[in-house]
C-alpha cells in the first residue's frame, strides 16, 4: 500500500520544539508572554512591517482589521470574489454586506481595472465601500500598486488578506504592507504554521495597539476589570507562539522547497495536451504555496474532478481550486461585479500536493499518476 500523499501538510524544522520546552520550562503557558512578543518583532523583520499583532487565527486578524476600520451593519465592503471563504466571513460577523469583485487571468487576483470601474460607478452614486479586502492568492500578490491608488483616489482602505502569500513579494516587498492593514494566517496548511494562528501588521502603531486591546477582551487600564468596549478573546498563546518562531527561521526554505514542486511539476507535464499551470504575474515572486493547475477538457479529454478522483484512488490528496463565493450559498444574494474568469477557473483549476517536505519520490508518483490518466484519456 502507497504511504497517502497530502496536499500541505505541516512541515516542522529543530527550533519549534525548543522554543516550546522554554515555554514549559519558564511556564508561560498562560496566553500572554516573551514568544509572542519576540514573534511579532521577529516577523516584522522578515516580512517588513513596521508593527505586528500575534492572534489566534487569520480569521480574527481580518475580524479585528475590519472592527479597527469601523466597518458595521449597512456597510458594503469590496472583496475578492476568488478565495478561501474565511476572507470575507469576517464582513459577514460586522453585519456588513460583501460586494465580490473578480480575478484577472494573470495574477488570479482581484482585477485592478474591475475594481477601479466599481469604485467609480459607487462614487458616482455616492455609495462608497467602507473597505476592500484584497486576496494573494494561492502564494502569489495581486498587482497592488493600481489598486492601492484606486482605493486611495477614493479614499477607501484597503485591507490585504495575505493568508497565502507569506514569503511572496510584489516588486521587492512582502504583499500585506501595502494596504492600511495586512493579515497572514499560520494555519496548518499553510507555508509555515503554528497549528493555528495569524498575524494583523499595520504601518500605525495605533492600529496595532487597539488591535491587541480588542484581541484581549478591550481591558481598559484599571486595577479592576473595566470595559468599555466590546472585545474578542483573540490573542495568540505563548506556547504558540514559540512555534511560530523556530518556523519564521525556515520560511525561506519552505518558499524553495514549494517553488521546486511546482517546477518538478511543470518541467515533467507541460507538454500534456490541455494543461496549464498558474501564470506567475511579472510583478512579483510567488511562493507556490499550492502548485495549480487547469485543464482544457477538450484538448486533454479529462476534466479536474476525473484527475482528482484518479489520484485519490492511488492516495494522492489534490483539490478543486476555491469555489468563487459569489457561487456559494451563504452568499447568494450578494452582488458581484464580473465573475466569470473567477467561475472558469473553478471549473478548470486543480490543486497539486505542495507540502515543502515533498519527496522527489512522491513527485514521481504524483507524476506517474497524471500521466497515466491522460495517457488513458487520449485512447478513448
Ligand atoms: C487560511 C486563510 C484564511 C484564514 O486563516 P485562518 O488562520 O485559517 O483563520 C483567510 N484567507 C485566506 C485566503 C486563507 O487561505
Excluded at 87 to 116: C, E, H, K
Aim: hydrophobic content about 40%; overall charge negative; glycine content about 8%.
Amino acid at each position: 500500500m502507497n504511504r497517502p500523499i497530502l496536499l500541505s501538510p505541516p512541515h516542522l524544522g529543530i527550533q519549534e520544539l525548543e522554543f516550546v520546552k522554554e515555554a514549559f520550562e519558564t511556564n508561560w503557558i498562560a496566553p500572554v508572554g516573551p514568544h509572542i512578543e519576540a514573534f511579532e518583532r521577529e516577523f516584522c523583520e522578515i516580512v517588513g512591517a513596521r508593527h505586528a499583532a500575534a492572534v489566534s487565527s487569520g480569521t480574527a486578524a481580518l475580524h479585528l482589521a475590519l472592527q479597527l476600520l469601523g466597518v458595521e451593519r449597512g456597510d458594503e465592503v469590496f472583496c475578492s470574489t476568488f478565495t478561501f471563504v474565511a476572507t470575507a466571513n469576517p464582513i459577514l460577523y460586522q453585519g456588513a454586506t460583501p460586494v465580490f469583485i473578480d480575478s484577472d487571468r494573470s495574477s488570479w487576483n482581484m482585477d485592478p481595472a474591475l475594481l477601479a470601474e466599481a469604485l467609480a460607478d459607487r462614487a458616482k452614486r455616492g455609495k462608497l465601500p467602507k473597505a476592500v479586502v484584497l486576496v494573494h492568492l494561492y502564494g502569489q500578490s495581486a498587482d497592488i500598486d493600481p489598486i492601492r491608488s484606486t482605493c486611495a483616489q477614493y479614499e477607501v482602505p484597503l485591507v490585504e488578506d495575505a493568508a497565502e502569500a507569506l514569503g511572496a513579494s510584489y516588486k521587492g516587498k512582502s504583499p500585506g504592507n501595502f494596504g492600511k492593514l495586512g493579515i497572514f494566517s499560520f494555519n496548518g496548511n499553510k507555508i509555515i504554521t503554528t497549528s493555528g494562528g495569524g498575524m494583523l501588521v499595520t504601518e500605525d502603531e495605533s492600529l496595532a495597539a487597539q488591535a491587541r486591546y480588542l484581541a484581549t477582551q478591550a481591558r481598559d487600564p484599571a486595577p479592576h476589570y473595566q470595559h468599555s468596549q466590546v472585545g474578542y478573546n483573540y490573542r495568540l498563546s505563548n506556547v504558540l507562539a514559540g512555534i511560530g518562531r523556530g518556523q519564521l527561521q525556515v520560511l525561506a526554505d519552505r518558499v524553495a522547497a514549494r517553488r521546486h514542486n511546482f517546477k518538478m511539476y511543470r518541467d515533467a507535464l507541460q507538454h500534456l495536451p490541455g494543461i496549464d499551470f498558474m501564470p506567475e504575474a511579472s510583478f512579483g515572486i510567488s511562493t507556490r504555496w499550492l502548485s495549480c493547475i487547469t485543464l482544457d477538457p477538450d484538448r486533454s479529454g479529462l476534466n479536474p474532478e476525473q484527475l482528482r478522483l484518479a489520484l485519490a484512488a492511488e492516495q494522492i490528496e489534490s483539490r478543486p481550486v476555491w469555489k468563487p463565493l459569489h457561487l456559494q450559498p451563504v452568499f447568494k444574494d450578494c452582488e458581484v461585479i464580473g465573475g466569470r474568469v473567477a467561475a472558469d477557473l473553478f471549473t478548470r483549476g486543480l490543486c497539486l500536493p505542495s507540502g515543502s517536505s515533498l519527496t522527489q519520490t512522491d513527485r514521481n508518483r504524483i507524476v506517474a499518476t497524471i500521466q497515466r490518466q491522460f495517457q488513458m484519456a487520449s485512447v478513448e
